[in-house]
């Protein structure tokens, strides 16, 4: 039996491998994928075009203004002499902050009043307005409290001393890179596994395939297996890629990521093998692949966190076998998290694949018979 | 176009609706997924932290701790746990169930009353960066409140002597429903109309009745519109309803005129047409036309589009890549017509590359189309 089943998982790698522009397809767009979107994916602030108007244009203010252009993440792109054209600059999307120093700024510095300073922020991507509002912030404050211990002022009772845990200088690359290890791989591993039953099934040769002494048991797991083979291929390729070309840590061991990323290819195929059998062409099988695929890869914390969903969201998320990788791959590549501790994330994957493979059997025979 | 010419198209046409009405697949595509998937994703995608578990150490209870931890308590950021000792908040760390730890030592007290700059010590978990910095700003905003009121009770003046008035235009509360909706609308109809093109036409030639149009009199501009037409209305229903969920579900305000909005939404939906009438043209095999719907449409939309991230934020070379993504132009003109208003130097360049895709994609489609038949 199990050489016959063997037998059917290489005609099924042949059949997505020999053909030339299948395999390009399997190799060529997920590195270029990798590359863009590793690159793309970033909540980090860089160069954010601003306008600083300085009324006051005193020494304090030119002081202030200076803290600014010291900052890599801010970029001068107008200097105003009026108030006037914030509005059409902010409407245009030319700058992203505007900063209004008061007339009445050295005044009040000096007379121990709180000196008032206008930051106007494009709140149309409201994710950038917040970092933007915190960065300028961080600005205000080192001057101020420079300025008020120069000037002889009081020390606060206390400060902040802030640190990031596993990622110090809070780079985006270092969350994202692993992030797509799991997207690019479920979605390699989906397309293999969704279309290859409705392909045989449009060419006539899956009725070859049930009158062969093959039970629908085995028919499953010869097309299953190829799925998880290049699923596991697919992944390790951007492993690599993440750990030598973006250089992201990779913090804990090799065991309970290859743990993790086998449950999650085997239930990523068991969905994908649903999909197969609930599918009579390759198109509704595309459909179908839309349609868990899109859902799963938005709610799965990939951008957004889960934790910012309401409940009945969150608990959609509990069948989305990413969701749980994403934890696995980002803890074992930053956290330098442990079998121990993802404990919790692998038995609902392998709860998931389980199920998936179980209701695909289920739909197979009745569709077999 | 000739009256020949009109009359065939208007038999095609009429083919073509009663394709669409006799299998709801399409009407699916165009008026159910994105109705439902802007439901689910309107309420998913949220980037506002709120309710952030946070573990507290206070080594030595004093008055003086307890205002400062008390601010913690008061903020709807925060849903502060108390820990007796450091070792053990860390351990809730790594166990992600706290994102962040704020802890003062022994010595707190002594050395904010002896001299000040008495140092706290906050860990964030910075695995989630961007969660990282919001839970950051937030632990600043609550560490800037308590020391103004310090200040006001000892009767000294304001230790920070800027007051910083922070002005948010076009989304006051920042509210990052308001921000993402728009861009999910732009992702979803990328999705609907590239899918609905792409699937209708590999389906004339799977059942051969490609071969059977073309062996008549019409012509290939005749066919192509006959798809076009169709599907377009088709997708500008589903674009309108989209906007409804968007205004009328989750409130995001529509500051633009409607049509401002409905003319660009016209312009995109040819140039997502033509996408999917380009990719169901070139690609001969399904396997490969499913990878390339993939790559070219929904990831793109979502990772390249200025949908969750800033394109300004992305190396150069990656910005150069994002102006062949449609819904990058999409993006920006609805996230303002939705936020701003009908701001000219927004839509009129956005709009006119759309015109540039469309035209590209639709003549690029015509162009292979004729070269099949012929």
Redesign the interface.
Known sequence: MWRQVLALIVKELLAVLRDAKSRSVLIAPPLIQLMVFGYAATYDLDHVPMAIYDEDSSQASRDLVAHFLGAPTFRLVAMLHSGQPIDALIDSREVALALVIDRRFTRDLLTGQPAPVQAIVDGRNSNTALLIEGYANTILSDFSTAWAVAHGGLRPPAVLDIRARYNPTLSSHWFFVPSIVALLTQIVTLLVVALSVARERETGTFDQLLVTPLRPIDILLGKGLPGVLIGLIEASVIIVAAVWWFEVPLRGGLLPLYLGLLIFVIAVTGMGLMISALAATQQQALLGVFLFMVPSIILSGFATPIANMPDWVQDLTLVNPMRYFLVIVRGVFLEGASLSSLASQYWPMAAIGAASLVAAAWLFRSRVT | MNMASLRRLRGLLRKEFLQIWRDP?SLA?AFL?PAV?LF??G??????????PLALVVQRPSA?AAS?TGAFEQSPFFRPQRFLTIQEAERA????EVQGIVWLPSD?DRR??S????????????????????V??Y??QV??GW?AA?AAVAG?????????????????A???R???VPGLIAMIMT?SGA?LTA?VI??EW?RGTMEALMVTRVTVREILLAKLIPYFLLGMGGMAASVAIGVFLFEVPLRGSLWALTATSALFMLAALGMGLLISSFAR???????????AT??PA???S?F???I????W??QV??HVVAARYFV?IL??TF??GD?W??ILPNAAALIVMAAIFLGAARALARKRLD
């Not at chain 2, 760390?93 to 992600?96: G, I, L, P, Y």
């Not at chain 2, 095999?285 to 790559?295: E, H, L, P, R, Y």
């Not at chain 2, 300004?312 to 190396?315: E, F, G, K, Y």
């Open positions: 697949s595509i997924l998937l689910l994703f309420y998913g995608v949220s980037l506002d932290a709120s309710n952030v003086l400062f760390m790594t166990n992600r707190f904010a009353v001299g000040g700059n008495s140092p706290i010590g906050v860990f964030v978990n910075g695995v989630d960066t961007n969660n990282a910095r919001i950051e700003g632990v600043q560490w800037a020391l310090q000294r003046p304001a230790p920070l002597p800027i007051a910083v008035q922070p002005q948010v235009r076009f989304n006051p920042v509210k990052s308001d921000f993402l999705l899918l699937l590999a389906r799977e095999n399904q396997f490969v036309a499913a990878q390339i719907a993939i790559i929904f990831l979502f990772i390249l200025g969750v991230f800033d300004n934020s992305m190396p070379i990656v890549i994002t920006a996230q303002s936020l701003a701001v130097s927004v």
